[in-house]
């Protein structure tokens, strides 16, 4: 357990694995989900690999700063690459699911120099069109009124969720605003220009984002694709050993570190 500190904001990550990786893996979660998610993923993956899981600002142990402009896409980013700073990783495997993966597009964009390969989990890569965009942004704005209504009674049923303890439904609701909302189509436009190999993962009952999964497959050079039987959004808890046979599959075919 560490955690650092973001110009006031502290921010909760681990470090888990061997100590003599083959490459080192950076983990996203998913929005109102925290680094608990991974839970069932981190023995397997880590027998050979030093796996850094971390919770977003408002989620899980980090803190819940309570301006608005201190939860963005931007910030998400470069939050990322001050944790691979702080345990002295210059590159990393750099996967998510969800809205963690989305922000692994984020970040290839923003540090492609640090990145060795993605992992993209029922995830997807935002918008071309302002009206799927807006409606997007009308889903985060109502997740956001909730967490400001009901508190953490908001939370969802899902098993990434389920799996997370949170400490302030303010954090979720400004990460709603701030980091979930979409503003541009800067991520979609670069999937054609991603130059790492690249596993796209999603849960065969995970329909809203099948779409998603065969776009980015079908725009990412020499994308894998995986579609898991019997898992849903939460591919990595519903099905943790057919994901991480897939996991490693991937990981073996990089070779050397």
């Known amino acids: 357990m560490a955690e650092i500190d973001r110009n006031g904001v502290r921010l909760f990550y681990e470090v888990h694995g061997t100590e003599h990786p083959r490459a080192t893996i950076l983990l996203s979660h998913g929005y109102s989900a925290s680094s608990q998610m991974w839970a069932p993923n981190l023995g397997a993956l880590g027998a050979d690999y030093r796996v850094i899981t971390w919770d977003l600002r408002g989620h899980g142990r980090s803190d ?3 301006q608005l402009d201190q939860y963005s896409e931007r910030l998400s980013v470069e939050d990322m690459a001050a944790i691979l700073d702080a345990v002295a990783v210059e590159r990393a495997v750099v996967g998510g699911l ?6 692994s597009l984020a ?7 640090r990145v060795a390969a993605l992992m993209l989990f029922d995830t997807g890569p935002g918008y071309r069109r302002d009206e799927g965009r807006a ?3 009308r889903t985060a704005i109502a997740r956001a009124e909730a967490f400001e209504a009901e508190g953490l009674a908001a939370l969802g049923s899902g098993a990434e969720v389920r799996r997370s303890v949170h400490r302030d439904p303010r954090g979720l609701a400004l990460a709603a605003r701030g980091i979930l909302t979409q503003h ?3 991520v979609i436009d670069s999937l054609p220009a991603i130059a790492v190999p690249t596993l796209v993962l999603v849960g065969a009952e ?3 984002f099948l779409a998603a999964a065969d776009y980015m497959a079908e725009r990412i050079p020499g994308a894998t694709k995986v579609v898991l039987a019997g898992a849903g959004h939460a591919s990595n808890l519903d099905q943790p050993e057919a994901f991480n046979r897939s996991v490693l599959g991937f990981l073996d075919r990089l070779g050397p570190a």
């Open 98 to 103: 969800s809205l963690g993966g989305y922000l």
């Open 135 to 137: 409606a997007w942004n």
């Open 184 to 186: 541009d189509a800067r």
């Open 206 to 208: 995970d329909r809203p």
């Open 64 to 66: 819940s700063p309570p």
């Open 107 to 113: 970040f290839a964009l923003a540090h492609p120099d």
